[in-house]
């Protein structure tokens, strides 16, 4: 199983700050690699797949790099609603397996 | 958009059963591949199981192997988790989501969740 490893687990930063988030695998992904946001009682929020393709609707402040297994999902400038968790996950193999999250909270 | 309605939770004693069904009323349910996730309180998400569009591929996570069934009826549009011989930490929010061929088969979509708890 691929043990997919965030840091850090809390990120406190305040509106218009960059945030840096990173995902480490335990072995090589290539680029099957995705985020994801959570907001309080709601669904996850596909946001990037492919380590670096936005999803529809994913604003161009977000931005995904990496390959292999180090990722970074960048928040260029924090907005309100972007106070939430995020987490990485994989798909290059089976069983899928996610991150145990970054929660990036208001300062 | 596309939507999921997951339904069959409640509370259920540590050994008992619980079906879990997801509906996706106008999804072309058959073209999608579909998978079971899960969420325990205040924790991170669990990935649990997967199916191909006709059932012959099926994956589970190691934590369920053995006692979680995963299942589709394609003509009632339909995806099913047949959860046996729960356990206290089988207690989540689930979630049922389709890997997606146009995001590369990642999990765009997904379900409001429904609730297990187990507990005596």
């Known amino acids: 199983e691929i043990v997919l490893t965030q840091s850090p687990a809390t990120l406190s930063l305040s509106p218009g700050e960059k945030a840096t988030l990173s995902c480490r695998a335990s072995?090589?992904?290539?680029?099957?690699l995705a985020w994801y946001q959570q907001t309080p009682g709601q669904a996850p929020r596909l946001l990037i797949y492919d380590a670096s393709t936005r999803a529809t609707g994913t604003p161009a402040r977000f931005s995904g790099s990496g390959s292999g297994t180090d990722f970074t999902l960048t928040i260029s400038s924090l907005e309100p609603e972007d106070f939430a968790v995020y987490y990485c996950?994989?798909?290059?193999?089976?069983?899928?397996?996610f991150g145990q999250g970054t929660k990036v909270e208001i300062k | 958009q596309v939507q999921l309605v997951e339904s069959g939770g409640g509370l259920v004693k540590p050994g008992g059963s619980l079906r879990l069904s997801c509906a996706a009323p106008g999804l072309t349910f058959s073209d999608y591949y579909m998978n079971w996730i899960r969420q325990t309180p205040g924790k991170g998400l669990e990935w649990l199981a997967y199916?191909?569009?006709?059932?012959?591929?099926?994956w589970y996570a190691d934590s369920v192997k053995g006692r979680f069934t995963i299942s589709r009826d394609n003509a009632k549009n339909s995806l099913y988790l047949q959860m046996n011989s729960l356990r206290a930490e089988d207690t989540a929010v689930y979630y049922c989501a389709p890997s997606e061929a146009r995001v590369k088969y990642y999990m765009d979509v997904w379900g409001k969740g429904i609730t297990v708890t187990v507990s005596s």
């Open positions: 072995q090589s992904v290539s680029s099957y």
């Open positions: 996950q994989q798909r290059s193999n089976w069983p899928r397996t």
């Open positions: 199916i191909s569009t006709s059932a012959t591929t099926i």
